[in-house]
């Protein structure tokens, strides 16, 4: 598993390194001729990625760490982001320009790099993912400005579910998510035999609701008891 230390970052290079395993380490370095804005690990793969550039030329640039060799898997030219949000679970990235970039919003598929929506939230000054990396959250909150103070939910694929105007919004963090009590092999198990769970499960719902719909018919036959 890779465990990603904080980069050092300058007008020039980029330099990061990563523990193996306790005894070895790898040491990426990427030589850039520009300046670099942000940078993100992916939390449960091996990519990162990192904004570089001055505007109106900002890019993003992806890249994969396989059998310790680094690879630039693509770069995304002439973006408005200066903030980089991984989802929790990985795979799902969304790139922001918050605050004097407007809100621009980019959800990006990073398996292969590929942009799933581009869209706005009109002055954001947060982002930020639930714990299960299906929902994402932007804000406009009125520490950042004084009006137009809202939250936003969107899919991870970057479709609008929610649009909640909220004055004085301060601030909206997601309820952590517990750690699954059961055990890799338990939870293999469960997979396995879904459907047959599924339909116990069912069968009792409908039992229940056979139940319900028999007292339901007896008090409207007998009202008075």
């Known amino acids: 598993m890779l465990c990603p230390y904080l980069p050092q970052m300058s007008r ?3 330099c990061g390194r990563i523990k193996l395993r306790p005894a070895e380490h790898l040491v990426i370095i990427v030589f850039l001729s520009e300046s670099v804005m942000a940078f993100a690990w992916e939390p449960t793969g091996n990519k990162f990625a990192f904004i570089h550039g001055e505007s109106p ?3 993003v640039s992806f890249y994969s760490i396989r059998a310790g060799k680094v690879e630039l898997m693509k770069t995304l030219e002439r973006r408005q982001a200066n903030h980089l949000f991984w989802s929790p679970a990985g795979q799902f990235i969304v790139l922001a320009g918050l605050r004097n970039m407007n809100g621009v919003l980019e959800f990006v598929d990073a398996s292969d790099v590929t942009v799933m929506a581009n869209t706005e939230h009109f002055m954001a000054t947060d982002v930020e ?24 939910i969107w899919s991870f694929q970057g479709r609008l579910l929610l649009k909640q105007p909220q004055e004085r919004f301060c601030q909206l963090q997601w309820r952590p998510r517990p750690q699954c009590l059961l055990s890799a092999e338990e939870l293999k198990g469960l997979k396995k035999n879904m459907k047959k769970y599924t339909e116990q499960f069912e069968s009792v719902d409908r039992l229940r609701q056979s139940n319900v719909s028999s007292v339901t018919n007896r008090e409207e036959e007998n009202p008075h008891g």
């Open 12 to 14: 020039f290079n980029l």
């Open 57 to 59: 030329r900002i890019s």
């Open 129 to 152: 993912w639930d714990p299960t990396g299906r929902y994402v959250v932007s804000a406009v909150s009125w520490w950042g400005h004084k009006v137009d103070n809202a939250y936003w």
